[in-house]
């Protein structure tokens, strides 16, 4: 048997008024997803435990089988991972934005979306005027950057600047959470402060602020956490060459941790737009070329719920049905094994909140040959009735690899 993983990031919703008290997932054409629910089995899943933010990267970890109650270090790790930059017992990783604070407030997260050129060479500087044995920066995408302190203490309060626009920055900076932690706090508040007098003069930033952009003028490093106990799928499950498939750099860091080689896909850009057809492709070769595990990330439903289009999320669904799960069940022949496929959201991202939830998404296994249940649609409504009942913690893996 090989397995592949398809998931629509943020595809769950609520019932609503604009299409007629149907859901997204209810409303939009997706034959094959209803198909594979009715030839298998559904459920619903708690990807999100009690007590954890509804991020995609808790979602996601869950979803591959992890306890994030223990393995759960924040994002700057699985970025660093992304990166290939690995965090050596001892460190604590932090992602590090760069970020514009005008009148003391903090304007924006993504010192107003710098490009990664501009961003790569404030990086390198600030890396020579604030960085020793002690303090390290490394260059990523944007304003998404990453930074490692050797010995840090990561029972620390740090606030995500995309959580904060406006607000006073002095006020939402690093707090110790236990006296331990106060000389970490200082030392990241200390950067922060130094790195604001250093990046305002900054030729870069000149450059910007001359071209009527908002410079690139302070760091924010939040999410801090050290090097996470992750083992590879393949000692739990039988993965022998797994693969993920995605445009995201946290789903990559989970990858990377779990074992799964990285395929990047030309155009696939994390947006509705993203190139559906690659995906779909690199996941069909994969499988036809030795692969026997596919983890298939898709973005574009989670960027529509938080845009709060209701049409433009249907349509991402149907985009998923048609240009993704069909080309693979249709090649799903020429693998030379049985193929099982699991179809799910990591957490809804409802159109009306425009941001993630903790409810159980729904989830759809379907095995060539297995016994189905009574279910003949794929939704969050359909799902309660499914034979799985409700699942968490690694029994979504556990149904698909076991
Ligand atoms: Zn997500």
Known sequence: ??????????MADEPLAELGGKTPLEAAGTPVMDRLA????VGRFVTVPAGFHPGSEVANMTVLGYDVTTSFEGRGVLEAASMGVDVPEGYMAMRCNLITVSDGKIKNHSGGHISTEEASQLIADLGKELGDDVVTFYPGVSYRHLMLIKNGDKRVTCTPPHDVPGTPFADVMVKADVAEAEPTAELINNLILKSQKFLAGHPVNLKRQAEGKDPANSIWPWSPGYRPLMKPLSEKFPVKDGVVISAVDLIFGIGAYAGLRRIDVEGATGLYDTNYEGKAEAAIDALRNGADFVFLHVEASDEAGHEGDIELKKRTIEYLD?????PIVEASESFGEPLAIAV?????TPCRLRTHTSEPVPFLIYKPGMTPD???SFSERSAS??????????????????
């Open 38 to 41: 009715r030839e298998g089995r």
């Open 374 to 376: 009574d279910v003949t």
């Open 1 to 10: 048997m090989k397995y592949i993983i398809v998931l629509g990031d943020g």
């Open 344 to 348: 799910l959201p990591d957490h809804p």
């Open 385 to 402: 009735q499914g034979a799985y009942g409700t699942v968490s913690g690694d029994e979504f893996m556990n149904l698909l690899m076991k």
């Open 322 to 326: 048609k240009r993704i799960l069909s």
